[in-house]
């Protein structure tokens, strides 16, 4: 069929042009996949696919894997609480901002493992370290104590989230409940101290029950306090 000349010369409809895609969407949508699938299930072949694109198109924003890791990290940083100083209630606040760290990072599985040893110095990042700061300085630690305190109280917070997310996945391995994984996991391990010769560990037989009891928060707790009340012997004021 010969073609019309009026059809050479009519606009032919364009095929609709993807929106561009920014930094903030690859880190948005890597977060949604970290927290079901954590750290390993992310790669720029995933993400490009949740945009319907390649990977080429991604590193216009971003260079590697490990840095798409430290804007992820860096963007949860950016959900935790930046309270103002109150010298009254300074101790307080410390454990406040370090319970919500370690929710946000339990709730994005194992994210906090691209945090150990690094040093994080994305804007959020930095924000919170100079929130964590202010608040010891308010209650009189002295600077040198309070940087280094904050370094482990971070460094807290991050590796027991990432231990956290380890057992998750041997919750999820062996196929069961979280409840009756601690339960069986716990008889196991009281079992096993108990069974030790009581003359060579008199300690470890006798409190097998207190080795092995309290949950996870319960722990968590208690290491926190015990770093956050250490501060007051430094306290200057």
Known sequence: MKESPFLRRAIKPQRPTKAPLSRDQIVRAALRIVKVEGIDGVSMRRIAAEFDTGPSSLYAHVANKDELLQLMFDEVCGMMPLL???????????????????????????????????????????????????LMLSGGVPPRVASWAMDRIFLYITADAYEMS??????????????????????????????????????????????????????FELGLAMLVDGLDKYVTK
């Open 84 to 134: 103002e100083p109150d010298p009254a209630r300074w101790k307080e606040q410390i454990l406040e901002t370090a319970r919500a760290g370690h929710q946000v990072l339990l709730d994005h599985y194992d994210l906090a493992r691209a945090a150990l040893a690094t040093i994080p110095t994305g804007p959020h990042a930095l924000r919170v370290s100079e929130a964590m700061l202010g």
């Open 166 to 219: 380890i057992w998750r996945g041997e919750v999820a391995v062996a196929g069961t409940d979280k409840a009756a994984f601690v339960s069986e996991m716990a008889e196991e391990l009281v079992s096993f101290f108990e069974q030790l010769p009581a003359d060579e560990f008199p300690h470890l037989h006798k409190h097998a029950k207190d080795m092995v009891g309290g949950g996870t928060d319960e722990r």
